[in-house]
């Protein structure tokens, strides 16, 4: 009768192993799509990188396309930005589309030397003054309208 107390007080262990297993293995933060473009006096960008900077957290980024389109992502391609506040800075430098960059160095080569083709303060979330909320509904048509004057 001992051994039957005893493998009834600890068969429930595996199933509650189980159980905490899946709570606590979360499916991380809710995210949601974020696409828009980016004009420079009213003309699309037609490469550099968008980058979202969260007060705390991963940053997201997409790059610069046709017709100055972006699409962002956080963590892995396509998955968009958790939901939150974040400041936003632009990178785009002469000469170096990161579309072009080799696939070992990845996109961030691309922005290493050149003249700045937009103005240094939208390279700082700090300067930008550019700011955009992501809720579960994303955004869809964020406009990034920089401009060349102060």
């Not at 949601?32 to 550099?48: N, S």
């Not at 506040?85 to 990845?106: F, I, M, T, W």
Request: hydrophobic share 40%.
């Amino acid at each position: 009768m001992a051994k039957t107390g005893w493998i009834a007080r600890v068969a429930w262990l595996p199933a509650a192993a189980l159980i905490a297993a899946t709570l606590g293995c979360g499916a991380g933060p809710e995210m949601a799509p974020v696409e828009g473009t980016v004009t420079l006096d009213g003309k699309p960008l037609e490469f550099g990188l968008v980058m979202l900077h969260p007060l705390k957290g991963q940053v997201a980024q997409g790059l610069i396309g046709a017709g100055g389109a972006f699409s962002l992502s956080t963590f892995e391609p396509g998955d968009g930005v958790p939901f939150g506040a974040y400041r936003v800075s632009v990178l785009c430098y002469e000469g170096h589309d990161p579309s072009k960059a080799s696939a070992a160095k990845g996109p961030e080569e691309g922005f290493l030397l050149g003249r700045s083709l937009i103005p240094l303060r939208y390279s700082r979330a700090t300067s930008s003054g550019l700011t955009v909320d992501v809720g579960p509904d994303g955004v869809r048509d964020l406009t990034l309208a920089l401009s060349s004057r102060k």
